[in-house]
């Protein structure tokens, strides 16, 4: 497939690095290339910065706030925040959630929640695994009955990215315990300040605290905030979980991890010379490049073909497998080239390297979020097979 730009997109490509080169903080930038996370008021501050020029929510209608760009052109904007590198803008509010509220929810609740996912002034987070209940999700067993105008939920999640940063939640809970397993289960919004709410976190392998537990002790929450119908979540999950799936290649953030990987061997001596003139360190830094070209072409080949959206499933879960391996590859290789001082750790800024090493261990995750690598060969077996 050609991947030729042309004038338009390489114009708007030539805006928004410009844009990006003005207006990103250089202290933000900086974190980041070094392989640190970026903080909360890390991707605030540069959310709120892109919802200037609607690029928050760059593929929502104009009425809610977004810039309705086209396929290329968000794929644009997305390739050069990662390629700066930026904090993308925070995904569960504008990916995930804002199309489903557009979607399934009331012209009420459109009004009042959209504008607040763009600026950010509300952080929602994810509450679908549960113990026992992560890629199986319809076994879920968090439970919600109906009293009078409130829904009285009671159960647990788990590895909730971002709890202990959100004001809200977007939950699957069970409605109808007697009916099938996708069949009785409704899509709440639950403020998570609600009485009966206890957060507990979850330090990961990387020594990071980026999930939780959370728990809802009788929670009350309004039936105003159900989006879609009752009994009916699942379509809302399938529909949320679609979109999720399709944003996990990230070819902007491999390619940046990449040159990165380039830019830290230049820079290491090895004997007399330099880490990057080793012969095997070029072959394995050329076959990553041509693999990232390879998922890039896959990329747009989905995004733009119209062929291709019928296919929807399978190249999700193709973009999933292919953009996860590259993910854990290319950041296998930035720990290996590091060495010993890529074992620093969060809070030291200022380092040679950064934490690369335990960013290497939090990668070994994106192959169990937004459903595991078993899962997808499934779903292509499947396709494949019929």
């Known amino acids: 497939m050609d991947l030729q730009l042309t004038a338009e997109q390489q114009a708007f490509r030539a805006e928004v690095r410009a844009f990006i080169q003005e207006r ?14 970026p903080r909360k008021e ?28 086209g396929q290329a052109e968000r794929l644009i904007l997305m390739d050069e925040l990662y390629r700066a590198p930026a904090p993308l803008p925070q995904v569960f509010n504008i990916t995930m959630l804002g199309p489903v509220l557009m979607k399934f929810g009331t012209p009420q609740q459109c009004e009042h929640f959209l504008p607040k996912l763009a600026s950010l002034d509300l952080w929602f987070c994810q509450g679908f695994s549960e113990p026992g209940s992560g890629s199986d999700l319809a076994s879920l067993r968090t439970a919600a009955r109906r009293e009078g105008d409130h829904y009285i939920v009671t159960g647990q999640k788990i590895w909730t990215t971002t709890a202990h940063w959100a004001d809200w939640t977007f939950a699957l809970v069970r409605t109808d315990p007697e009916a099938r397993k996708q069949e009785g289960i409704s ?38 905030n159900l989006v879609g119908q009752e009994n009916k979540g699942w379509d809302c999950a399938k529909f949320l979980l679609g979109n999720e799936r399709t944003g996990i290649a990230n070819v902007g953030l491999c ?55 019928q296919e929807l499933p399978a190249f999700a879960s193709v973009l999933k497998l292919k953009g996860v391996e590259l993910q854990q590859d290319v950041n296998a290789l930035l720990a290996r080239i590091a060495g010993p001082s890529g074992l620093e750790r969060r809070g030291s800024d200022d380092t040679a390297h950064g934490p690369l090493t335990p960013r290497y261990f939090y990668s070994r995750a994106a192959s169990i979020y937004g459903g595991t690598s078993e899962v997808q060969k499934d779903i292509l077996s499947k396709f494949i097979l019929g």
């Not at 990103?24 to 996370?37: E, N, T, V, Y």
């Not at 976190?201 to 980026?210: L, R």
């Open 42 to 69: 890390d991707t605030v501050r540069w959310q709120r910065i892109l919802n200037e020029r609607a690029w928050a929510a760059p593929h929502w209608p104009r009425r809610f706030g977004g810039a309705e760009l």
């Open 187 to 224: 899509f709440l919004l639950i403020d998570l300040k609600s009485p009966g709410i206890t957060i507990r976190p979850i330090t990961s392998i990387d020594g990071e605290h980026h999930l939780n537990e959370v728990f809802f002790d009788e929670v009350r929450v309004p039936v105003a």
């Open 24 to 37: 990103l903080p250089q202290d933000i930038r900086d974190r980041l290339r070094a392989g640190h996370p």
């Open 255 to 309: 390619r940046e991890r990449l040159d990165h990987a380039r830019a830290v061997a230049e820079r290491t001596p090895q004997g007399a010379g330099r880490l990057i003139d080793d012969p095997k360190l070029q072959a394995e830094l050329a076959t990553l490049d041509a693999e990232i070209r390879a998922l890039e072409v896959t990329n747009w080949r989905f995004l733009l073909t119209p062929s291709a959206q």
